[in-house]
């Protein structure tokens, strides 16, 4: 026990607990709250990000995929990046939950920060603030109208209707065009267009969604037809 206060007067050992150690490499984007890092699948702590299949309201009656959306938009920040995470649980997918870090930056604050995810209040609160500001600043998702992530899953779990099946046409104010990859190079669709219905965005294939035909054209995206 001496030896002990000697080495930590020198300077030679610390007498704070260890950061929970975690995983740490490349980023790659399985949904808006989960990733892989460095090959082992991370649940994010404390943020909760609509679903893949979720859809959100606009604000005027129409719906938007805003869970597809989600996970472009966490993968064009985040996809092949270099993360360091500090392990806080093991859930019972037998997933690692964990805080996550990007050149030092937070990525669930990044994400909530963005309206590209909730505060998961249940787990913690450390994102609460932030949500509201981003609520506030109609950011991403708060753009319109949003259903809960763990609501909307308790709902299709209970066989209730849910928002799971996007319409064929959306109003302006969502992400509604969609960019399509095809034989034609890539090119994107308006709702309206001949083909939009029959269009299906695969973000896996480098598909994407985009929020106006501004954003696509400085992509380097085509009108389908043109």
């Keep these: 026990m001496a030896c002990f206060a000697i080495l930590a007067?020198?300077?030679?050992?610390?007498?704070?607990p260890a950061a929970a150690a975690?995983?740490?490499?490349?980023?790659?984007?399985?949904?808006?709250d989960t990733l892989d890092v460095?090959?082992?699948?991370?649940?994010?702590?404390?943020?909760?990000?609509p679903e893949n299949a979720q859809s959100c309201g606009t604000g005027s009656g129409a719906v938007w995929a805003c869970g597809d959306w989600v996970t472009q938009e966490t993968s064009l920040r985040f996809a092949g990046r270099e993360a360091v995470c500090e392990t806080v649980d093991i859930d019972r997918?037998?997933?690692?939950?964990?805080?996550?870090?990007?050149?030092?930056a937070d990525i669930g604050a990044a994400l909530v920060s963005n309206g590209l995810a909730l505060a998961y209040v249940e787990?913690?609160?450390?994102?609460?603030?932030?949500?509201a500001a981003a609520r506030a600043a109609g950011r991403g998702i708060w753009r319109g109208e949003v259903e809960a992530p763990w609501d909307w899953r308790r709902a299709k779990r209970a066989g209730r209707s849910t928002?799971?099946?996007?319409?064929?046409?959306?109003?302006?104010?969502?992400?509604?065009?969609?960019?399509?990859?095809?034989?034609?190079?890539?090119?994107?669709?308006?709702?309206?267009?001949?083909?939009?219905?029959?269009?299906k965005i695969d973000t896996g294939a480098g598909e994407r969604w985009f929020c106006s035909e501004a954003e696509a054209r400085r992509a380097g995206w085509r009108h389908a037809g043109s």
């Design 9 to 16: 007067l020198l300077g030679l050992c610390s007498t704070e």
């Design 163 to 199: 928002s799971e099946a996007a319409p064929e046409r959306v109003e302006a104010g969502g992400c509604a065009i969609k960019g399509n990859v095809s034989g034609g190079g890539r090119i994107y669709h308006m709702p309206g267009d001949p083909f939009y219905g029959r269009t």
């Design 123 to 131: 787990y913690s609160r450390d994102y609460a603030e932030t949500e």
């Design 93 to 104: 997918y037998d997933r690692i939950v964990a805080r996550c870090a990007v050149d030092g």
């Design 22 to 32: 975690g995983p740490s490499g490349m980023v790659a984007v399985i949904d808006g």
């Design 38 to 49: 460095g090959g082992a699948r991370v649940r994010l702590h404390g943020v909760d990000a």
